[in-house]
């Protein structure tokens, strides 16, 4: 049952007043409003719908810069097993513009094209044939993890779009990038680096989604990002191939806006940036439908993406050391060394977080004993989320065709879910912040359902294709847990 320190609540409110009426931008949160500094994408996919078929998605991204000052932002790939990026670089987008691109398959991955004219340092391909493709550099090597180094993992996983800072209107990077005519005045004149004259503080504003459409097997899936407001206070240019900005760079102090309690907010600070995002997107349950309906050939998946799970374990980060055997003790939290976040490192079968399973039908019933994924764990185990983008399918029917799979078997066509993601951890799944304690994991993510009427008739006769998808973001209980 989750708690309460009332005290603690009304504080956490009185400060939210002072901080909407002076403007000041001191605390990362999700802004249910849907604009921010930065946009999480939970899933991108050019995956086939049928192993073995020719049916890829194609992921159709854009952003959108809804402020009256120009941009400069990046735009990273990350794929889904390990959050490895398979690429980044800088977007300029000028005020009220809008960039579009499209992930598609490129022989054994993935890459984008776009048509967009917005400018991008360096330039993005136009066509398929000059497609920029996603690599496995940060996988491969001297970078290698123990999940390999295919290609086959750039074709699905997750995007993040980071606000640098806003240009000022008289830089000349901003006379550049200002449309005329539906045209940038001059993208090959943007240099790599940047004036910090040229710069001010993020002023947010950005929001986007990703339609991943497989035309052939007739479908189309929407999601919106998730925008982190308040993000940080100071602007900062990265020059292209930098792995900076990251969500590292967040301010400390985080709000979280809950409807516990009667509903209200509680806000706190972190020891660094990365525990604030992680605080802002935590929750203890996850809980949507299911369809599975046999005359329409129903099938579920939920994507259940943990953004930033990557920061608390990989030795890529800063927050371990040199090899993956130092990541043992940085799994400890800084804030309190006896708990930690993330439960495991990650091997060959990802970094797997024990997680509680119960699904009912539409009906009030459930399983006499709790469910999980399938094929059932040893002996004593539980189900587990192992991946950094997952996809949980129903009896098996993968809606994306992914890889990152775990899969629940159920006897009902129909109902939902409650994925507990304590888990039944004391000391794990634990985030203890300077106002009170967090349980559960940051998550994001949607459920996809997809139909199939393949015997439907018109009046001649003539068959008619009718399959069609619908998606549903996911609910949630809060993750915040109690005050000290």
């Known amino acids: 049952m989750n708690t309460f320190n009332k005290k603690s609540l009304f504080v956490a409110l009185a400060s939210l007043g002072a901080l909407s009426v002076t403007g000041t931008a001191d605390a990362v949160y999700v802004n249910p409003d849907g604009t921010g500094q930065v946009l999480l994408y939970p899933y991108y996919t050019v995956r086939n719908k049928v192993a073995g078929a020719v049916a890829p998605f194609n992921s159709l991204l854009s952003v959108v810069n809804s402020s009256a000052s120009a941009k400069i932002v990046k735009v990273r790939f990350l794929e889904g097993k390990n959050s490895r990026e398979v690429l980044d670089f800088n977007l300029y987008l000028s005020a009220n513009d809008v960039w579009t691109t499209a992930i598609v398959p490129i022989g054994d991955g993935a890459g984008i094209i776009t048509h967009d ?69 001059d993208c090959s004149a943007i240099t790599n680096s940047q004036s910090s004259a040229d710069l001010t503080v993020p002023t947010g504003g950005l929001f986007g989604g990703i339609t991943l459409v497989n035309v052939l097997a007739g479908e189309d899936y929407t999601e919106d990002a998730v925008a982190l407001e308040q993000f940080r206070t100071d602007e900062a240019f990265d020059e292209p191939g930098s792995i900076k900005p990251d969500l590292r760079d967040a301010d400390n102090n985080w709000t979280v806006f809950t409807s516990a309690v009667g509903g209200g907010a509680v806000s706190g600070l972190t020891v660094n940036g990365i525990d604030a995002v992680s605080a802002v997107l935590m929750h203890n349950n996850v809980l949507n439908e299911f369809v599975l309906d046999v005359p329409t050939l129903s099938q579920t998946s939920w994507v259940v993406t943990f953004p930033t799970k990557r920061y608390y374990y990989d030795p890529a980060m800063t927050k371990c050391g040199a090899s993956q055997v130092d990541c043992n003790a940085v799994l400890k939290l800084d804030a ?51 991946w950094e983008a997952n996809v949980i399918t129903f009896n098996t029917k993968n809606v994306f065709g992914s890889a990152n799979v775990s899969n629940v078997n159920t006897a009902y066509e129909h109902g939902w879910m409650n994925l507990d993601l304590v888990g039944g951890r004391v000391n794990e799944h634990v985030l203890p912040t300077s106002n009170g304690t967090f349980t559960g994991l940051p998550v994001i993510g949607f459920a996809a359902q997809s139909f199939n009427n393949g015997t439907l008739a018109d009046a001649g006769g003539k068959l008619i294709q009718s399959q069609y998808g619908g998606n549903f973001v996911h609910k949630y209980t809060p993750g915040w847990n109690s005050a000290p």
């Not at 295919?150 to 550049?176: C, F, H, K, Q």
């Not at 990650?346 to 004993?369: H, I, L, M, Y």
């Open 336 to 386: 309190d060394p006896t708990k930690q976040l993330f439960q495991r490192n990650f091997v060959a079968t990802g970094a797997c977080d024990d997680v509680g399973v119960v699904a009912w039908s539409r009906e009030e019933q459930k399983p006499s004993t709790p469910g999980g994924f399938s094929p059932p764990p040893p002996t004593g185990a539980v189900p587990a989320l192992c």
């Open 117 to 185: 004219t917005s400018c991008t340092v360096p330039a993005v391909g136009t066509t398929l044939a000059t497609a920029t493709p996603f690599v496995n550099f940060a996988f491969i090597g001297s970078n290698a993890d123990p999940a390999g180094g295919s290609l086959d993992r750039t074709t699905e996983g997750y995007v993040e779009i980071i606000e640098m800072g806003s240009l000022v209107d008289d830089s000349t990077t901003a006379g550049y990038i200002t449309h005329s005519g539906g045209v940038p005045d």
